[in-house]
């Protein structure tokens, strides 16, 4: 089983849509995670950190589940500019602190 | 926020040459950097944890003789690429953290590398 999962869609949705990805991961020791955004070709870029009582941020709402080990966010009213590839960022606790990454859900907002 | 600056963006070498590519934090001290590589369509992978003033730590797998770190200043982590091969044409990404374990990940722009 890979550390941390994600669809890698591409999800195509219209304008105004609501869409949510999940992510799980499988360390349960975990302590952090996070979202990050992709451009093609570009460096990520944080997102949003996912709270234990989840959180929102303007269109974008991250949960966490940690009994089922999963994360996800929700995008509303998708905007053309939400066109990207999602990343979910898991801080694994393995004795020491480790960022994994997920391959990434691409998103495609159409008009 | 804080800056972490790459260089140089992309290059493209011949095979059995080196190619250093340099990661800056820009306005904060990094004593920890940490090196990606991402091939497409594929997730980040952690290559190495580079720590300054010490030997960077190697991610199982990954070759150190041949992706040589150096993290010689606070604000400095250089990775070398030695010999390389078409094989090692990848986009590198180096990031620094700010704010402790569970801060912020900053990423620099990024080294797309293309071995002809």
């Known amino acids: 089983r890979k550390e941390v999962e994600q669809d890698p869609g591409p999800f195509n949705v219209p304008e105004g849509a609501t869409v949510a990805f999940n992510c799980t991961y499988s360390?349960?020791?975990?302590?952090?995670f996070f979202w990050y955004r992709q451009d093609c070709r570009k460096e990520p870029k944080l997102l949003m950190s996912?709270?234990?009582s989840g959180n929102e941020d303007g269109r974008f709402t991250a949960q966490l589940n940690r009994a089922s080990q999963y994360i996800s966010l929700l995008i509303r009213d998708s905007k053309l500019s939400d066109s990207a590839t999602y990343l979910c960022?898991?801080?694994?606790?393995?004795?020491?602190?480790?960022?994994?990454f997920g391959t990434g859900t691409r998103l495609l907002v159409s008009p | 926020g804080a800056v972490v600056s790459q260089h140089p963006s992309w290059v493209i070498c011949k095979s059995g040459t080196s190619v250093k590519i340099e990661c800056r934090s820009l306005d904060f001290q990094a004593t920890t950097m940490f090196w990606y590589r991402q091939f497409p369509k594929q997730s980040l992978m952690l290559m190495a944890t580079?720590?300054?003033?010490?030997?960077?730590?190697?991610e199982q797998g990954v070759e150190k003789d041949k992706f040589l770190i150096n993290h010689a200043s606070l604000t400095l982590s250089t990775l070398t690429v030695t010999s390389a091969h078409p094989e090692d044409s990848s986009f590198y990404i180096c990031s620094a953290r700010v704010g402790g374990n569970a801060g912020e990940l900053f990423f620099g722009e990024g080294s797309r590398l293309t071995v002809l």
């Open positions: 360390n349960s020791a975990s302590q952090s």
């Open positions: 960022v898991v801080n694994m606790n393995t004795g020491f602190q480790k960022l994994v």
């Open positions: 580079s720590n300054e003033g010490s030997k960077a730590t190697y």
């Open positions: 996912v709270y234990s």
